[in-house]
């Protein structure tokens, strides 16, 4: 079924829920029939492409917007393009994205995992840069980069309302998956002190709930990530560790994939503070080796 926000913005929920999505992932409708933009169709889910398509028929769509290519919101993009004719915007180019650090770290032929969820045959149409104005009938969307969940995430803010379409870097249940080499914690760290400077307060993400005060999440978001390298040094302080056993101290009794995801989320912050010489390691960097204090 169709929700709606506000009066030029609609929602559908896929009906994908899992422990890494919520409910599932939202799919906006911006505008009116006479010219809508869909952000984030979603998963390749034959009940959500079949509730895409009936809006479809009834109403004129001119642009495709995607946040991110992961496998929850962009497979639907192409499949609607197609048969629609409709062009797909999005960042686009992933490789070009990622930071000269994490550039690094893949050239070196370091193991590192990741490129978990990627979907990897998406081709936006149309690439965007930060900054760009996109329009339609009655409508226009800014376009917000906002790498660190993934390097190609982009958030769009819709112009003359307090709406940011967040994607997953601010989501409205959890905080978000940063799975290196895509996911980058230094980036997420300068997306967060981006959408700090700017002015929108009403999020809608990716998963979840709309996120209002949004910027005191965000806040909020940053606090958690400074909380949790914390965490991490009084771990390293006691003996070098890898981010599979740093993982299980501190999701300790969480269910296997959550700690799956926060081993992740641990070797983000391991490769950040590697990055500033805050810890070492004796051994190329991977997803399994250990990792010490430079000070002891």
């Known amino acids: 079924r ?3 926000i506000s009066k030029n913005i609609r929602l559908i929920t896929a009906p994908n829920p899992s422990p890494m999505t919520f409910n599932g992932t939202n799919t906006y409708i911006v505008g009116s029939s006479k010219d809508i933009c869909i952000i984030d169709p979603g998963p390749n889910d034959d009940e959500h492409y079949s509730k895409i398509k009936n809006l479809l028929r009834k109403e004129n769509a001119s642009h495709i917007l995607v946040t991110h290519s992961h496998l929850d919101h962009s497979p639907l993009a192409t499949k ?3 048969e629609f004719s409709i062009p797909i915007y999005a960042h686009g180019k992933i490789k070009n994205a990622r930071s000269k650090f994490m550039k690094k770290i893949l050239e070196s032929s370091f193991d590192v ?3 978990e969820g990627l979907d990897m045959n998406f081709k936006p149409d149309f690439y965007l840069k930060d900054s760009e104005i996109l329009e339609g009938y009655n409508w226009s969307i800014e376009v917000v980069y906002t790498p660190g969940h993934l390097a190609d995430h982009l958030c769009f803010a819709m112009g003359g309302t307090n709406f940011l379409f967040s994607g997953d870097i601010v ?3 959890t905080s978000t998956l940063i799975s290196p080499p895509d996911g980058d914690l230094g980036q997420y760290f300068y997306s967060l002190d981006k959408l700090l400077k700017r002015n929108e307060d009403l999020y809608l993400p990716g998963h979840g709930m709309q996120v209002k005060n949004a910027k005191n999440l965000v ?3 940053k606090k958690h990530r400074i909380d949790r390298e914390n965490q ?3 771990i390293l302080k006691k003996q070098p560790s890898n981010c599979n056993q740093i993982a299980e101290i501190i999701y300790k009794n969480q269910p296997s994939a959550i700690v799956y995801a926060g081993s992740r989320n641990v070797l983000a912050h391991l490769l950040n503070l590697f990055e500033r010489d805050i810890v070492s390691t004796r051994t190329p960097i991977s997803s399994d080796n250990y990792f010490m204090l430079l000070n002891i």
Do not use: P, V
């Open 232 to 234: 991490i040094l009084k």
């Open 113 to 115: 995992g990741g490129f």
């Open 171 to 173: 989501m409205g249940w």
């Open 219 to 221: 806040s909020k978001l």
């Open 2 to 4: 169709l929700e709606n």
């Open 80 to 82: 609607i393009s197609q």
